[in-house]
């Protein structure tokens, strides 16, 4: 038998063979592995997305499963950590750009910084995660997940940089039916739900154990049935008021640089047109683009029109607008968000004004600020970057900050101007709630990003908002969608893309606080405390472990 010397040693030919035989096989195993874990990450950005993109968001309750696969199949070694950071990484940036796509049409700058920080803030919790399950008893990986995603969803909600747009239990709101009972948990007891129901459902799959895939059907289908019992055995209250919504149907663009006159000439018809026995008239964000003087906006010729048009009707409704207003300060009392000119310290704010019939006004100052149009967040490290604030008419750069919600009051009715990005946020939009408002307002100018999923998100997103407070809503747009919502989540009247007109609906009032309206975003408070505790957990485990292995 002849052999071959190879680097020293003898190898004999049927070595050679199975060698070579070798060699293609472990060439083509690599890319199967590879194309299994790139259609895993497909599928869990898909899976995350449908929520947000005008599909049903029960698909999140198994959009963590091909993650988590991924993540299981590498072992505790410091290459394989990056290389499901590198997975992670690409789900939650398919993740982003699937459903916030759309903010490209107002700024380029914007899909690119939510996109950083929204996947940053993923990251944090997933490797968290991860790096504890490799090391750790799974059950302490697994509340470290639910824990950790949470909380960085809450300071999403809550820091400097805010736009919790994919909490994930914001992805039902085209399922209102299937979460009514946010109103004892908010929208992170929907994150809740859908994190432990992933990784009940991943633990049922890897282990095919019976009762593991009946536990995980529990969870998953239980908190639905719930929801369709609530929804349907569900009174509203009998006590309600007329609204009326106005879409003016102004572009957003060319509104702060037109022609004002023709477009007060325009609010004023439709106001005309509303019935006269109506408690509220709600217009959109800046519908009034000329800057009030706050100390005498009674005074504005705007005002002085709408208020006599209501005398004229005979009418005893609260018109309730969306303007710019703005404020000077002597020195030594000006705010930090205060600017300066020649005259002294002054603040510019984007406000809703409430105009009764004798003229009377009162003022609410818009708290929860669009990042990078209407506040800068950090302003003395990131002043610089000044040359990349989104102008998106009217007012721009940091405006003035209102210090909490306020209502307004029509007889015995009082009722919750929430502006615009407001409705986002679960607990501040609460704030009305608790202030006594029985109905809410939504006023809104979300026409800038074209006819997109955009606006149509931030409508629907007002059905959770309509849940957890159990508030009927009326909205009106500047364009985009203009209507009604019920306590429960469902649509009533509505005037969709690029239409002009009125609607007016009965809207419940509802005086009774929810159990989250009472205790806000507790579940996402709580998970702060847990995720601390179970990482100085996981500390002391690793130390007495590394003790252990040295004695």
């Given at each position: 038998m002849r052999h071959t010397k190879t680097l020293g040693r003898t190898v004999s030919p049927q070595v050679l063979r199975l060698t070579d035989r070798a060699v293609p096989a472990a060439q083509t195993v690599k890319p199967s592995s590879m194309s299994r874990k790139l259609t895993a990450v497909f599928l869990s950005a898909l899976l995350l997305s449908l929520g947000w993109l005008g599909f049903s968001g029960l698909t999140l309750s198994v959009a963590f499963v091909p993650l988590l696969w991924i993540s299981s199949s590498y072992d505790d070694s410091r290459r394989s950590w990056w290389k499901v950071f590198g997975w992670a990484l690409l789900t939650f940036v398919l993740w982003n750009a699937a459903t916030i796509w759309w903010i490209w049409n107002a700024t380029w700058v914007g899909p690119f910084a939510a996109t950083l920080v929204s996947t940053t803030l993923n990251m944090i919790a997933f490797m968290l995660f991860h790096t504890v399950s490799k090391k750790a008893p799974k059950a302490l990986a697994y509340t470290i997940l639910v824990a950790a995603w949470i909380t960085t969803e809450y300071w999403y909600t809550t820091g400097e940089f805010s736009f919790p747009w994919l909490i994930l239990g914001n992805g039902f709101s085209e399922s209102a039916w299937a979460v009514q009972w946010y109103e004892y948990t908010g929208v992170f007891g929907g994150s809740l739900w859908v994190l432990v129901t992933n990784i009940l459902v991943f633990e049922a799959w890897r282990s095919r154990k019976r009762s593991a895939a009946v536990k995980a059907a529990l969870v998953a289908t239980v908190p639905t049935m719930v929801s369709a019992a609530i929804y349907f055995t569900y009174k509203p209250s009998e006590r309600s008021m007329r609204v009326t919504v106005i879409q003016p149907n102004v572009d957003c663009y060319d509104k702060f640089h037109g022609d004002i006159a023709r477009q007060e000439r325009n609010l004023l018809e439709l106001i005309a047109e509303a019935p006269a026995d109506v408690r509220f008239i709600a217009m959109p964000e800046t519908a009034l683009t000329n800057y009030l003087y706050e100390p005498s906006v009674t005074a504005a010729p705007i005002v002085d029109s709408i208020a006599s048009l209501l005398r004229a009707k005979g009418s005893d409704a609260i018109v309730v607008s969306g303007a710019n207003t703005w404020r000077r300060y002597d020195d030594g009392t000006q705010t930090e968000t205060a600017r300066r000119n020649e005259y002294g310290y002054y603040d510019l704010f984007n406000s809703a004004i409430a105009v009764s019939s004798d003229g009377e006004v009162d003022i609410y100052h818009k708290s929860r600020l669009v990042i990078g149009v209407e506040k800068t967040p950090l302003p003395k490290l990131f002043e610089w970057l000044e040359f990349l604030v989104i102008d998106l008419g009217g007012t721009v750069g940091q405006l003035g900050v209102g210090t909490h919600p306020e209502v307004f009051s029509s007889g015995n009715v009082k009722a919750g101007p929430s502006i615009c990005y407001e409705a986002i946020y679960g607990d501040f939009y609460g704030g009305f709630v608790r202030r006594g408002a029985e109905a809410m307002l939504?006023?809104?100018?979300?026409?800038?990003?074209?006819?997109?999923?955009?606006?149509?998100?931030?409508?629907?997103?007002?059905?959770?908002?309509?849940?957890e407070h159990r508030r009927a809503?009326?909205?009106?747009?500047?364009?985009?969608?203009?209507?009604?919502i019920s306590e429960r989540g469902d649509d009533g009247q509505r005037l969709g893309w690029d239409r002009r007109g009125i609607l007016t609906d009965e809207v419940t009032l509802n005086a009774r606080l929810t159990f989250y309206t009472r205790y806000g975003d507790y579940i996402a408070r709580i998970s702060q405390y847990l995720t601390l505790l179970c990482v100085l957990y996981f500390i002391a485990y690793r130390v007495k472990r590394k003790n252990y292995l040295v004695k």
């Open positions: 939504v006023i809104s100018n979300d026409g800038w990003w074209g006819d997109t999923p955009g606006y149509k998100r931030l409508f629907a997103f007002c059905r959770l908002r309509a849940i809503i009326a909205r009106s747009a500047n364009t985009g969608i203009s209507g009604f």
